[in-house]
């Protein structure tokens, strides 16, 4: 019965999964990006820099900066959610 509503197409003309349901896809996007963190890694070495800082006239300094970031604020949701994690029945209470 046609109620006039389209119905969701997730394949090709002959049932192929969408290219973003393909398996190999999500490998293709992963090895992508270290492709593209590897070439801008790569390029930072190509210019020079002209820091307020001496470190960030270092190849990398921000890449390495932000990792450290990132590695600090992943840390400090640890003690984060002690802080504030609930008991597991306070909404049942």
């Known amino acids: ?31 992508g990006l270290i492709a593209l963190c590897a070439g801008l890694g790569l390029a930072d070495f190509l210019y020079r820099r002209h820091g307020i800082f001496d470190f960030e006239e270092f190849p990398l300094a921000y890449a390495i900066f932000g990792f450290v970031c990132f590695f600090g604020i992943v840390l400090s949701g640890y003690p984060l959610r002690k802080l504030v994690m609930r008991d597991e029945d306070y909404y049942d209470r």
């Open 1 to 31: 019965m046609d109620n006039g509503l389209e119905t969701e197409d997730t394949g090709g003309p002959k049932g192929e999964p969408h290219w973003l349901d393909r398996k190999r896809t999500g490998k293709r996007v992963f090895w």
